[in-house]
């Protein structure tokens, strides 16, 4: 009789997720020290969460973030655990953010694997906040005819 051995792994192995979010109204906000800032925000929200953080890329109005994370952690608690703690404190410290009614959105755009390329996700993300691009030319006439 053949038997097969399945070795069941006690410990977890870390998940991979990719997040991208940005400001509100994708102002370009986030430059010079407050990116610096930021880094170092989001670096320390992340070893409170028992994240890992492979990559990081602070672009002028979009974050990609890239982490290692335990199976018991959601990536909504991830996301908003990162920008609830970031925004506040980012808001306290610079004034100037506080023209805007919240620092981010309150979307994010979240992919899990490793097979991800940041670049697909940005683009993504900027896809789905292009502005709405009204047709050209008039408008179709809407009034029925009654008989």
């Keep these: 009789m053949d038997v097969a051995y399945i070795h069941i792994s006690c410990r977890p192995r870390p998940l991979i997720y990719h997040f991208a979010w940005g400001p509100m109204r994708a102002k370009p906000v986030l430059v010079d020290e407050i990116a610096e800032a930021l880094d170092?925000?989001?670096?320390?929200?992340?070893?409170?969460?028992?994240?890992?953080?492979?990559?990081?890329?602070?672009?002028?109005?979009?974050?990609?973030?890239?982490?290692?994370?335990?199976?018991?952690?959601?990536?909504?608690?991830?996301?908003?655990?990162?920008?609830?703690?970031?925004?506040?404190?980012?808001?306290?410290?610079?004034?100037e953010l506080t023209t805007i009614p919240t620092l981010w959105t309150r979307e994010y755009l979240v992919a899990a694997g490793e097979n991800v390329r940041a670049e697909e996700l940005v683009a993504a993300y900027l896809a789905m906040h292009a502005p709405q691009r009204r047709p050209r030319g008039r408008p179709p006439c809407r009034l029925s005819r009654r008989d």
């Design 40 to 95: 170092a925000l989001l670096r320390e929200k992340a070893a409170l969460l028992a994240v890992g953080i492979r990559d990081l890329r602070i672009q002028p109005a979009l974050v990609y973030l890239m982490v290692d994370a335990p199976p018991m952690l959601s990536p909504h608690s991830i996301a908003c655990g990162l920008k609830a703690h970031s925004s506040s404190a980012l808001r306290r410290t610079y004034k």
